[in-house]
């Protein structure tokens, strides 16, 4: 039998020292283990998050009269390219376009799209155009995207997985510095 | 059967000599190899704590059968929100059937979901209801999509959580490792 014992007792006396069964514990050990490996989740799920931009409450404060925040359009309803816009209202300030080169890669049977490219030239245009690059700003700069009704999910969330790439700094009041998204992402209804 | 008081045991109190010699080996290899128990131990107690510290509690979301997630490396950690799963022909708030996919595609239009808005605004009022209306509702949900459903259904159903008071919206992903 598996034990500890380390002696004692003389023969006569009651032994000092108690002998432990190891057995059961270890057999203990190897159910919580079994348990554990059976149960345990091998995907690991996140999100991505998205803005519905929604208007909050009439507030009483006079709307403030000042530049209206610039918009990155991403057209994505062609086959060939991609445009990306940068809007101020409807005023369109600057305009490009980009090859769409599309990387699909299977895992496991599961097609995952990419778009390097396009996640290269999102990161140079925030650079030259973003509005809110501050580490103590709160707010982000905004992604509209437009999709024609028929492009499947998977092509979606490769574009926004491409816009998500773009990361800076935020410090949030305790002192803390984290990595954010640049941008925030939302849908055009058209 | 009467229980007796342990006797002398074997090798402990009665020493047997040759057969202790025998089992050492008595000058050649030992027959008989020793097992320590206390690395075998080190090892097990290791890996249970490693288990318990990698358990995640984000692979309780629940996947409706049907629905194959796409693969993102940008996301966040998932949270606890109201789930609106699609799959590709229907679309359920927290497994309760809330719409048809194919209608919605049939009608070849983006269009606010009833059954959906009928839902989750029932939802909203219970999380109210339960917290008190002075802590701000967070709007939060998310949507668990297949992969393969049309950017009208999507837009559709992000519309919908938007009107009925989740402008927060996430999408569920399968994480992926950052490349290099």
């Given at each position: ?14 032994a000092v020292d108690a002998e432990i069964n190891m057995i059961p514990f270890i057999d203990l050990l190897l159910v919580t283990i079994s348990f554990l490996l059976i149960t345990a989740v091998w995907t690991h799920m996140a999100r991505l998050n998205a ?140 | ?180």
């Amino acid at each position: 039998m598996a034990g500890v014992d380390v002696g004692g007792g003389g023969g006569k006396k009651r032994a000092v020292d108690a002998e432990i069964n190891m057995i059961p514990f270890i057999d203990l050990l190897l159910v919580t283990i079994s348990f554990l490996l059976i149960t345990a989740v091998w995907t690991h799920m996140a999100r991505l998050n998205a803005d519905a931009q929604v208007p909050g409450k009439p507030s009483d404060d006079p709307p403030v009269d000042g530049p209206k925040p610039k918009d990155l359009h991403i057209e994505m309803r062609g086959t060939e390219k991609f445009v990306l816009q940068w809007k101020q209202g409807q005023q369109v300030v600057n305009s490009v376009e980009l090859p769409r080169k599309e990387v699909k890669i299977v895992q496991k049977s599961v097609e995952v799209i990419r778009f390097p490219d396009l996640a290269v030239k999102i990161a140079e245009e925030w650079k030259t155009n973003g509005q809110h690059a501050a580490a103590t700003d709160e707010k982000t700069d905004r992604a509209v995207l437009h999709t024609d009704n028929k492009t499947e999910y998977k092509y979606i969330i490769g574009v926004i997985d491409a816009l998500y790439s773009t990361q800076r700094d935020r410090t949030f009041p305790g002192g803390k510095t984290e990595k954010i998204p640049a941008f925030n992402v939302t849908f055009a209804v058209n | 059967m009467p229980v007796h008081k342990p006797e002398r045991r074997l090798l402990h109190f009665i020493s047997l000599a040759f057969v202790k010699k025998k089992v050492a080996g008595g000058g050649q290899r030992p027959v008989v190899a020793g097992l320590s128990l206390t690395s075998m131990i080190d090892f097990l107690v290791v890996t249970v704590v490693f288990l318990l510290m990698s358990f995640s509690a984000s692979g309780e979301f629940g996947i409706p059968k049907g629905v194959q997630l796409p693969k993102a490396e940008n996301v966040m950690d998932m949270i606890d929100a109201p789930v609106v799963a699609v799959t590709g022909r229907q679309i359920l708030v927290d497994g309760a059937p809330a719409g048809n996919v194919g209608s919605i595609i049939e009608a070849d239009r983006l269009q606010v979901i009833e059954e959906l808005k009928v839902l989750l605004k029932q939802r909203r009022e219970y999380w109210i209801s339960l917290k008190g209306k002075d802590k701000p509702h967070p709007g939060v949900v998310v949507l668990t999509i297949d992969q393969n459903v049309p950017a009208l259904v999507v837009k559709s159903v992000f519309q919908t959580a938007a009107q009925s008071g989740y402008p927060n919206v996430s999408f569920m992903v399968d994480s992926l490792p950052h490349a290099k």
